[in-house]
T-cell receptor, first 113, second 113 residues
Framework: AQTVTQSQPEMSVQEAETVTLSCTYD???????LFWYKQPPSRQMILVIR??????QNATENRFSVNFQKAAKSFSLKISDSQLGDAAMYFC??????????FGKGTLLTVNP | DSGVTQTPKHLITATGQRVTLRCSPR?????VYWYQQSLDQGLQFLIQ???????AKGNILERFSAQQFPDLHSELNLSSLELGDSALYFC????????????FGSGTRLTVV
């Protein structure tokens, strides 16, 4: 079984600033992978970034990067140079060999101009 | 456009009724997943199909059923609907059954009145 916890229901950031969203997880799997998904008001679930647990190097995708701390079971998302279009609900998710993703409750990110 | 097509986008129906939600996976993807997103439960995995066969089952009620057809599209059938079934239902697809690069559709918003 997997659990994913996002302890920040809401976060806000000024445009062009940096923000970090927190996520902790628990899994009994040895081979698992982690995701951050973005859900804007359009409600589409958009994959932001993914990380496979066996990789020590933190994933990066343009302005998005993660801090993966395997021993601490922590997987935070850093958004640099925040843009108005980054405003959305962000979900952390964990997947393993049982094929399904377990999602956290989400963090609502507001970007202030 | 993610390539995963869900119809209808919105559905309003009465309690006790039955509805069918349809999903066409991204071209080339063989695996289809169904998720339910509600305010109280968050995003929950319902069921997965791979190349026509059921592969994994999550928190899916007995009143719900699904199938994947030879052309790989999938249908989620919800019957004896209750007010609590009101939610956003997502379909997602991947090439392989492991779900490591999941692409989501835009969802079907079901409202039970």
């Amino acid at each position: 079984a997997q659990t994913v916890t996002q302890s920040q229901p809401e976060m806000s950031v000024q445009e062009a600033e940096t923000v970090t969203l927190s996520c902790t997880y628990d899994t009994s799997e040895s081979d698992y992978y982690l995701f951050w998904y973005k859900q804007p008001p359009s409600r589409q679930m958009i994959l932001v970034i993914r990380q496979e647990a066996y990789k020590q190097q933190n994933a990066t995708e343009n302005r998005f990067s993660v801090n993966f701390q395997k021993a601490a079971k922590s997987f935070s998302l850093k958004i640099s140079d925040s843009q108005l279009g980054d405003a959305a609900m962000y979900f952390c998710a964990c997947g393993g060999s049982n094929y399904k993703l377990t999602f956290g409750k989400g963090t609502l990110l507001t970007v202030n101009p | 456009d993610s390539g995963v097509t869900q119809t209808p986008k919105h559905l309003i129906t009465a309690t006790g009724q039955r509805v069918t939600l349809r999903c066409s996976p991204r071209s080339g993807d063989l695996s289809v997943y169904w998720y339910q997103q509600s305010l109280d439960q968050g995003l929950q995995f319902l069921i997965q199909y791979y190349n026509g066969e059921e592969r994994a089952k999550g928190n899916i009620l007995e009143r719900f059923s699904a199938q994947q057809f030879p052309d790989l599209h999938s249908e989620l059938n919800l019957s004896s609907l209750e007010l609590g079934d009101s939610a956003l239902y997502f379909c997602a697809s991947t090439l392989t059954p492991e779900g490591r690069r999941m692409t989501f559709g835009s969802g079907t918003r079901l409202t039970v009145v």
